[in-house]
T-cell receptor, first 111, second 109 residues
């Protein structure tokens, strides 16, 4: 059974700083998703990482995937207040395509 | 850009009542999913649906739950006899890429 561990679970940081969220998962997975969720809202897809070494960037967010280490990272560069949200990683089970979700990282960026 | 829609946005029901949550997936998609998220917790997989039948379901998806695609467009989740602990956001996801709908907030009183 695929298990997912995200850390940190809570992160408070100042605007302008850099930080990384880590997502470890326990078994093989053919793809990994990162989602953003604002309070009371739905899940917004940020990145889909499809292969080992994949790196994708959108604005101040960059996601990477190391399938050998079973690790994905979401890096935030020069954080701004608008990035405050909860971020989830979700690798996909190879066998049945279901997403297995991390607990989420609640990110608060202070002006 | 096509999107997934869900209705209602908020449903309040009494314990023991039946509810039906509706999703309209993206039209040419073949895979559909239901997930739920209890307030403040992580997202949990309920069920996946492919080729008009359930392909996988989690332990949460017990006999009180059922899914249907009654008319080729809507994809529904029925909860037969709701319990207090069914209160959550329910998300439908469409397609191999799993595009999420806006969710239905279910409150059981």
């Amino acid at each position: 059974e695929l298990k997912v561990e995200q850390n940190p679970l809570f992160l408070s940081m100042q605007e302008g700083k850099n930080y990384t969220i880590y997502c470890n998962y326990s078994t093989t997975s053919d793809r990994l998703y990162w989602y953003r969720q604002d309070p009371g809202k739905s899940l917004e897809s940020l990145f889909v990482l499809l292969s080992n070494g994949a790196v994708k960037q959108e604005g101040r967010l960059m996601a990477s995937l190391d399938t050998k280490a079973r690790l994905s990272t979401l890096h935030i560069t020069a954080a701004v207040h608008d990035l405050s949200a909860t971020y989830f990683c979700a690798p996909r089970e190879d066998s049945n395509y279901q997403l297995i979700w991390g607990a989420g990282t609640k990110l608060i960026i202070k002006p | 850009e096509p999107e997934v829609t869900q209705t209602p946005s908020h449903q309040v029901t009494q314990m023991g009542q039946e509810v039906i949550l509706r999703c309209v997936p993206i039209s040419n998609h073949l895979y559909f999913y239901w997930y739920r998220q209890i307030l403040g917790q992580k997202v949990e997989f309920l069920v996946s649906f492919y080729n008009n039948e359930i392909s996988e379901k989690s332990e949460i998806f017990d006999d009180q739950f059922s899914v249907e695609r009654p008319d080729g467009s809507n994809f529904t989740l029925k909860i037969r006899s709701t319990k207090l602990e069914d209160s959550a956001m329910y998300f439908c996801a469409s397609g191999y890429e799993q595009y999420f709908g806006p969710g239905t907030r279910l409150t059981v009183t």
